[in-house]
């Protein structure tokens, strides 16, 4: 059974640090795509940024220069480094695998991270 387990969300002040971990377990295969997106209170969920197989990355545009996403294949696990944190990044963060188009996604169970002073 596939099962990603995220860590490394918490309350931070305005300007202030964070890195998430995903890490997934229970396959045999490499996750090609991963990545990360968040939903906020009241909110849809929303990307925030992915990176595939290749190392290509995608962000959007609200957190580009400020985030950076990685991946360690051999782990299987995909990070989200999070810098220059303000409020509108608070919000629960779910990390997202599969093995490509097609194939299925698959999601962790959320770590919520709140920027406040």
């Known amino acids: 059974q596939v099962q990603l387990v995220e860590s490394g969300g918490g309350l931070v002040q305005p300007g202030g640090s964070l890195r998430l971990s995903c890490a997934a377990s229970?396959?045999?295969?490499?996750?090609?795509?991963m990545g990360w997106y968040r939903q906020a209170p009241g909110k849809q969920r929303e990307l925030v940024a992915i990176?595939?197989?290749?190392?290509?990355?995608n962000y959007a545009d609200s957190v580009k220069g400020r985030f950076t996403i990685s991946r360690d294949n051999a782990k299987n696990s995909v990070y989200l480094q999070m810098n220059s944190l303000n409020s509108d990044d608070t919000a629960v963060y779910y990390c997202?695998?599969?093995?490509?188009?097609?194939?299925?996604?698959?999601w962790g169970q959320g770590t919520q991270v709140t920027v406040s002073s």
């Open positions: 229970g396959i045999g295969y490499r996750m090609n795509n």
């Open positions: 990176i595939i197989s290749g190392g290509n990355t």
């Open positions: 997202k695998m599969s093995r490509g188009s097609g194939f299925t996604d698959y």
